[in-house]
């Protein structure tokens, strides 16, 4: 087991701070400037609860905001969840699929991208783990100190994330599930106690219950911060864990192996069947009912917030590949490792988030006063703070859905601007159609080009940096004006 925690501790912390903040990361810098108890009352993080959020303003405290330290809580979390699977693989299975699911944790491509993101996201799925861990020590044998452990990882849950309320529902069907089963005799002659222990749970989750109503109120209005996530189709119902793999093919060989083993191997390890039935459960509880509340009454799934199920995902293919005979084993060990290397390479050689870290050396050295920075889309407000330097003299416009433009174009000597991807409100073109004034491009950049692209990226985008200067009429007439040469002249 040492050996796989420095595994996938040398994935996790290998080059952690070597590629730019992508824009929700930005945000988590921007939140460390706020109280603690501003980050209790955010009305703006409308996707995300505190804990995490406490956590890391006390960690850059200490260790600053730079992208390593910043990233570095989280690939701590993404650490812990590796010997959280061992100890959850083997309390519902046995030791050697705790073991197994432990090694595919470590070198899993999903896990390690989000322990080098500055986000929740590990945080919830460890928290997670601990909590199953706990109420399974409870529907064994309760006792005070399990129950202690099991209110404050659960409360823990509930305080990560929105959609972490749905812990609550794998609880509820573990009991149903293990109430039956061998060895669970607390869930079955201790339903008080356990009642008790829930129940002080959520009085505890109460204080973020009525914030998080306001939030959904926002949500069904359409103007939460929450808005822009959309409708998933049905096959998101299936293809989500193929993507925890970050390589399609090493997605279906894992999801084949792992659901063949949940459906035969189970029918005759009869001690096994509530351990796999948990796991679907968990699988309805965090990718099922997102989606179906998706579709019915407000869009709220998106793959990253289902990470709890991935760590269960994986002990179940511990679980199948510790139940092969040694030559198959090798076999099916060989051909996923074989597949994994390609999506762990790809992370740690290629580019994977839009090189913002590199557009603001671009810029910098090269503002003046009267130039205006647009930036399309406005909500990259918090990369601009992090990472340009904006001298005096120098208006940033940062561009949404009703923001007024022409008196910044009227105002401005020369336009900086600033688009990820292909931009989301056309201002290249009203640039160039702006009718108070002529604007001549000079020169435009990408500063993607030149970086090797990780193929299985999630958040790389092309970012260009485009100069125009504003022309007078002579200018624009002499601009305008064809060459001897595209008239026939030699």
């Known amino acids: 087991m040492l050996w796989i925690l420095v595994l996938g501790a040398l994935l996790r912390l290998y080059g952690l701070g070597t590629e730019s903040l992508w824009l929700d990361e930005a945000t988590t810098a921007r939140r460390m400037g ?11 993080n409308g996707t995300q609860l505190p804990l995490y959020f406490w956590i890391s303003k006390f960690w850059c405290s200490l260790a600053g905001t730079g992208e390593f330290a910043l990233r570095f809580p989280a690939a701590i979390f993404g650490i812990f969840g590796i010997l959280m699977v061992y100890h959850l693989g083997r309390k519902l299975f046995t030791q050697p699929a705790g073991l197994w699911g432990a090694f595919f944790a470590a070198v899993n491509p999903y896990l390690i991208h989000f322990s080098q993101e500055a986000r929740p996201y590990t945080l919830l799925a460890l928290l997670a783990m601990v909590s199953w861990y706990y109420m399974l020590h409870l529907f064994r044998d309760f006792r005070m100190k399990h129950a202690i452990g099991y209110v404050l990882s659960t409360v823990a849950v509930l305080c990560t994330h929105p959609l972490g309320f749905l812990i609550l529902l794998t609880h509820l069907a573990g009991l149903f599930i293990f109430r039956t089963a061998p060895g669970y005799r607390s869930a079955r002659h201790n339903l008080r106690q ?10 505890l989750y109460l204080p973020l219950v009525f914030r998080l109503i306001s939030q ?16 998933p189709g049905f096959l998101k119902l299936f293809s989500t864990a193929i993507n925890y793999f970050m390589n399609p093919w090493l997605g279906v060989v894992a999801l084949i192996i792992a659901t063949l083993a949940a459906v035969f191997r189970s029918m005759s390890d009869r001690k096994a069947q509530p351990a796999v039935l948990f796991c679907l459960a968990v699988w309805v509880s965090f990718i099922a009912i997102p989606w179906l509340l998706s579709v019915t009454i407000t869009p709220m799934f998106v793959e990253r917030y289902t990470i709890p199920f991935l760590p269960m995902l994986l002990i179940v293919l511990g679980w199948a590949t510790a139940g092969f005979e040694l030559l198959p084993r090798r076999i099916v060990v060989t051909l996923l490792l074989v597949m994994t290397v390609f999506p762990i390479f790809d992370y740690h050689t290629k580019l994977d988030k839009t090189p913002w870290r590199e557009g603001g050396q671009y810029l910098s050295g090269k503002l003046r006063g009267g130039d205006l920075l647009i930036w399309d889309p406005g909500w990259n407000d918090q990369i601009g703070d992090y990472y340009f330097d904006v001298p005096g003299g120098v208006e940033s416009l940062y561009v949404y859905q009703d923001t007024p433009i022409q008196p910044a174009l009227d105002k401005a000597n020369r336009i900086w601007l600033i688009i990820p991807g292909a931009g989301n409100f056309g201002m290249k073109h009203v640039v160039e159609t702006d009718p108070h004034a002529s604007w001549q491009l000079v020169s435009t950049k990408n500063i993607s080009e030149g970086f090797a692209r990780n193929p299985h990226a999630l958040y790389l985008s092309d970012l260009s940096f485009s100069l125009y200067e504003k022309t007078t009429e002579l200018d624009k007439i002499e601009y305008d004006s064809p060459s001897p040469a595209a008239e026939g002249g030699s």
Not at 194 to 203: D, F
């Open 34 to 44: 706020m109280t603690y108890g501003a980050l209790f009352t955010d009305s703006g």
């Open 216 to 231: 959904f109120s926002l949500k069904l209005e359409g103007n939460s911060v929450a808005s822009w996530i959309p409708e």
């Open 194 to 203: 356990l009642s008790i222990t829930a129940g002080v749970t959520i009085l």
